[in-house]
């Protein structure tokens, strides 16, 4: 589940309907309001919420970055890389993403 404040993961083994879900912080690095993550190749890509120099989202002056998750086995959790470290100026200012027919 992707916030603006972070990214969760339901870590129950199985889900049933009379059990309460256990919901575990995977990332502290929220997605940018308006943007849907997307899937591609075994990853899970999302532009990250800008943020000022108090950490408020939406400051216009500081980038987010894009992100990447993947499953990790040994600490069973979903581990946030950045992807465009030296390119943020490539997702400064997103409002939104559209996703191509047929990949939801």
Known sequence: MFTNIGVY?????????????????ASEI?????????????????CSAERGEN????SIDSPGQLYSLRYDD?????SPNPESILAAHLVKGIQTNSTPNGSR
């Open 74 to 78: 040994v600490t069973t959790n979903f």
């Open 55 to 58: 950490l408020e989202i939406n």
């Open 30 to 46: 929220g997605i940018a309001p308006g943007t849907h993550a997307i899937e591609l190749e075994g990853l899970t890509y999302y």
């Open 9 to 25: 993961f339901v870590n129950n083994r199985a889900i049933s309907r009379n059990e309460p879900r256990n919901f575990v912080v």
